[in-house]
């Protein structure tokens, strides 16, 4: 494939990356009109990360079996498919539910806020924080939580909830952009172990996946489908949507163990044989462990360290917890894809989670191929905030962004997977380097039950 005028989104991508800037040539796109229509240029951004991903992916690829990298061509049918996953996740036939009653907009005093209860203890804390009764069916409390905003003010709101816990966030027109995409620094010397040719990029890494709900479950799916050793991890105490897990789950192993208890000697080994570890947990939450980032760098020279969060680390939010959608309402993206009567909008997608995890897959791909060149560990960091800076500052929006999405079938970009949820129906990965896996090797197992060892 001969090398392609760039296409600017990709290479400001792939250059944040710290790639060789030629490369970003050899990545090229297969148009679909109309998909991922939006006011803001999100297909022009999904695509870019899926494209730099995948240009990662085959420089690793190149690295290991010594020729060329394979040439790159994403499909944008493929991205538009994958970036709303979890909606053509099928269960034995059945579809999930994407948001809880009271997770949405809601009119304030003087504005909006966006609330997130999906998960039971969001729920709980959004209901003490307003001192709403929990009795009642869904009908009943949507109306108590909708008298009870529309007579508060959005920012007054959004700081009672989260002082409890809770997450609650009020609706913000667009604001400066300041927020790196990408930040990576090498943080030591060390040696690091090389890695033999192979046919997937990532086959012999080991991945200690300490991510939840969807951008770092994507990016760790996605270095499970290039071979990686994925295990995840996570605290038998704290619940997961194990309808969530089907989707991201795939090509992973999943473990639950109390690092406060015995489960501790167990992750301490599983830790020391680790070449990459993920964390996408509220910041802080896992320094009370010793793992820091800074710890982890101090105790495992040459390790890639790869950090997710929802705000900009710099910023007075950053200690908060946060979701794709909460960062929509932040960041200016509701406001901007708002309807014709001010109610708040959406992107089309989940899209700063998915393309944040691709992203995040990349960097870490290309840390494993820096480190092979020139040794030493990396530190990573990237945040939901990021990307939705760059979508709403960083793309020129072109005449193709919006439309109906008439021309996109999902339906040959799915398979179907017998496990132990069932048999399910799931979005293909959308890579697009030549020789790229078309399908993962294994469907999700049941969330929690694998034993905490390598593979």
Request: aromatic share 6%.
């Amino acid at each position: 494939m001969m090398p392609q005028p760039p296409d600017r989104p990709t290479a400001d991508a792939w250059k944040a990356l710290g790639g060789a800037p030629d490369r970003a040539e050899h990545v090229a796109y297969r148009e679909v009109a109309g998909v991922l229509p939006a006011r803001l240029p999100v297909r022009r951004m999904a695509r870019a990360t899926v494209g730099v991903c995948s240009l990662a992916a085959a420089e690793l690829l190149a690295l290991r079996s010594g020729g060329p990298p394979p040439p790159v061509l994403v499909d944008e049918a493929a991205v538009a498919t994958a970036f709303v996953s979890e909606r053509h996740l099928r269960i034995d036939g059945r579809a999930a539910t994407s948001f809880a009653p009271l997770s949405g907009f809601w009119r304030t005093a003087d504005g909006w806020v966006r609330t997130h209860a999906n998960y039971p203890h969001h729920r709980a804390r959004l209901l003490a924080a307003l001192r709403i009764s929990d009795d009642g069916g869904d009908e009943v409390l949507v109306g108590r939580l909708a008298d009870e905003l529309a007579g508060r003010a959005a920012a007054e709101v959004e700081e009672t909830v989260y002082a409890a816990g809770g997450l609650a966030v009020a609706v913000r027109p667009p604001g400066p952009a300041a927020v790196p995409l990408v930040e990576a620094e090498r943080t030591d010397d060390a040696e690091v172990r090389p890695l033999p040719p192979s046919g997937l990029p990532a086959e012999g890494i080991r991945v200690l996946d300490l991510t939840r709900v969807i951008a770092g479950p994507v990016a760790t799916r996605t270095l499970a489908l290039l071979g990686a050793d994925v295990l995840r991890v996570d605290s038998p105490r704290l619940p997961e949507d194990e309808r969530a897990h089907a989707d991201t789950g795939f090509g992973k192993r999943s473990a639950r163990l109390d690092l406060s208890g015995p489960g501790r000697k167990d992750f301490e080994e599983l830790l020391a044989a680790a070449d990459v570890v993920v964390t996408g947990y509220r910041p802080g939450a896992l320094d009370r462990f010793g793992l820091s980032a800074r710890a982890l760098r101090e105790r495992r020279p040459g390790l890639v360290v790869a950090q997710l969060r929802a705000w900009d680390r710099s910023g007075a939010w950053a200690e908060r917890r946060g979701f794709d959608s909460l960062v929509q309402a932040r960041s200016g993206i509701a406001s901007i894809e708002a309807g014709p009567d001010g109610r708040p909008g959406v992107l089309p997608a989940q899209a700063l989670d998915h393309g944040t995890g691709y992203l995040l897959a990349a960097a870490v791909l290309r840390a494993l191929t820096d480190a092979r060149r020139q040794g030493g560990g990396r530190l990573l960091r990237l945040s939901l905030t990021g990307t939705a800076s760059w979508l709403t500052h960083g793309i020129r929006p072109s005449d193709a962004e919006a439309g109906s999405g008439a021309g996109h079938d999902a339906e040959p970009r799915l398979a179907v997977a017998d496990s132990p949820y069932g048999r399910l129906v799931h979005a293909r990965p959308p890579l697009g380097y030549l020789g790229a896996p078309e399908d993962w090797s294994r469907p999700p197992g049941r969330w929690g039950t694998d034993p905490a060892v390598w593979g």
